[in-house]
């Protein structure tokens, strides 16, 4: 699969590029950082790329890019994802599940359904995702999410206990093992206990060598064990290893804890090099001469991939880096991709029309059922007219809502009219004097730079809260700002808790509200 490569084909082989999952250039969504055709054509001819990380599109459509990219390739390629909550988080008709936090609810009462919900998860998208062509899977989160302002791990995590996270990001990982697919432990050496996000700056974590043994580095060691294809570094600077080098470019942090210390072998993938905890503190040229001095493998979204290549091409040429450790990282490569491109895979591909089946669809809805959460006098009372807000952090990146999905199609068949509103744009002044259903779509993202509620979000909730004209209020996604607004809420109100926001979420929550729905439509044969 290497035979024969020039040191630039090699080299190329250690970087992986992203692209848009929509078939033509005029759909590119982030031209920043998504490759047109034309370079990507170049990119895998000219250079020999090793990989590709996709985002966006529908499941049929990744199943035509996937072959098409394939067969622009001079060597077979990685096909990545972070598809963290299946593959129907990033790609639409697939299973979609609740975030991985969801787990950690169910764990508290039933660790052992907890574990058997996560090889689920685990099993369904490794399976999904080799019916549309992605054969590494950029998960799962095995960060210790015990720092609640954490504004980009947050709900991705497993939980806030290590072995909790240990337990289920291993159980997700033994899910997809059956499978001929990677699997990636991240953010090494652990992104929990940070408020600041690495996609915009470089956070520090000033914990001593002792606490990270104890909470950050456990469920990394559990991946290890269980066999992780690959480890995902931190832009993070931890000062017990490394008081002057982001993670992902740290000699000690990669090379002599992660791969001589706990003992990895497989492939070390550098987090996307163009967010800001990196790409803020030195040029394309060298961080990518940087991270394969610290032990990279795979350098994932250099901003510019064609310096990257030949900033590291001058290394090698120069003395500052050798053609064997270029060739070690390739021999790793190459391992990982001989289980994908076996000649005698374990299973043959899927049929795209086993995506989202009956089977994965009840496993969502068991695992959003078993973690709901609620409180207060339900179902709500039949009114006259009513409120139904929906408030949002950015209307334009609600892939969570349309016209018909449940939390403004339901409310709406009871006589609620819909209003959805941005966190910014929060007044609810003109809605005084109105029964009103509340509900809050919020959680951790990356770029979204905060957590939770800012002061003046919290003003504004608490003018309204202090009235008596909520019916019931809906937290979608956060746990921490649940924990706010129940400080808040007036006693009497009813409210629900759910870690998803996609439909299927919706769905559950609103057939509590308006169980009469459900009734109704059961009869006609909807099963949603």
């Known amino acids: 699969m290497t035979e024969k490569l020039s040191l630039k084909e090699k080299i190329g082989q250690l970087i992986v590029v992203r692209t848009t999952g929509y ?179 470089l956070p520090r974590l000033s914990h001593s060598l002792a606490r990270l043994n104890e909470v950050e580095l456990p469920p990394f060691q559990q991946a290890i064990n269980e066999g992780v294809d690959t480890v995902m570094t931190a832009h993070l600077l931890v000062e017990a290893f490394d008081k002057v080098n982001p993670a992902t470019l740290s000699y000690p942090i990669l090379t002599e804890q992660l791969r001589e210390k706990m003992g990895f072998e497989g492939l070390i993938v550098t987090d996307a090099l163009i967010m800001g905890g990196v790409a803020k503190y030195a040029s394309t040229e060298e961080i990518a001469v940087k991270a394969i001095q610290a032990g990279a493998d795979i350098l994932l979204m250099p901003e510019n991939p064609e310096a990257a290549i030949n900033s590291i091409v001058q290394a090698v040429n120069n003395a500052i880096l050798s053609e064997a450790r270029i060739d070690r990282s390739l021999a790793r490569i190459a391992q990982a991709k001989n289980k994908i491109f076996s000649p005698e895979p374990k299973i043959k591909p899927l049929a795209i029309d086993n995506i989202a089946t009956s089977e994965s669809l009840s496993s969502v809805n068991e695992i959003l059922k078993e973690s709901l959460v609620k ?11 009513g409120i139904n807000i929906v408030v949002v952090d950015d209307l334009l990146t609600c892939d969570f809502l349309d016209r018909q ?116 439509n059961f009869q006609k044969g909807d099963f949603l």
């Open 23 to 201: 078939l033509f250039d005029h759909q590119i969504r982030y031209p920043a950082w998504e490759a047109t055709q034309t370079q990507l054509k170049k990119w895998l001819q000219e250079f020999n790329i090793g990989g590709i990380i996709l985002l966006g599109g529908s499941c049929a459509e990744i199943a035509y890019r996937t072959q098409q990219l394939q067969s622009w390739a001079k060597t077979p390629l990685l096909i990545s994802a972070d598809i963290e909550e299946g593959v129907g988080q990033r790609f639409s008709g697939a299973t979609w599940f609740p975030p991985p936090m969801t787990l950690s609810q169910i764990a508290i009462e039933n660790r052992p359904l907890a574990q058997e919900y996560a090889q689920k998860m685990g099993k369904i998208t490794a399976e999904e995702a080799l019916a549309i062509g992605i054969n590494w899977i950029l998960a799962p989160i095995t960060d210790v999410n015990n720092n609640p302002q954490n504004p980009v791990i947050n709900v991705r995590a497993f939980g806030d206990n290590p072995q909790t996270v240990s337990d289920l990001a291993t159980a997700f990982i033994q899910g997809c093992q059956s499978l001929p697919i990677l699997t990636t432990a991240k953010h090494f050496p652990g992104h929990g206990d940070t408020a600041t996000d690495s996609h915009l700056d």
């Open 375 to 385: 409180k207060g006098k339900l179902p709500l009372k039949s009114i006259v007219q």
């Open 405 to 520: 999905t449940p939390a403004i199609a339901i409310p709406q068949s009871f006589n609620y009219q819909t209003q959805i509103i941005e966190q910014k744009n929060l007044h609810f002044t003109q809605y005084e004097q109105k029964l009103m259903l509340l509900q809050v779509f919020i959680r951790g993202n990356p770029f979204r730079g905060s957590a939770g509620l800012n002061s003046v979000m919290q003003e504004n909730y608490q003018r309204l809260l202090t009235k008596n004209q909520i019916q019931a209020l809906v937290i979608y996604g956060s746990p921490y700002v649940l924990k706010w607004f129940r400080s808040q809420l007036l006693e009497e109100t009813p409210w629900l808790f759910s870690y998803g926001q996609m439909p299927y979420a919706q769905r559950i929550v609103c057939e509590n509200l308006f169980p009469m729905y459900h009734e109704h």
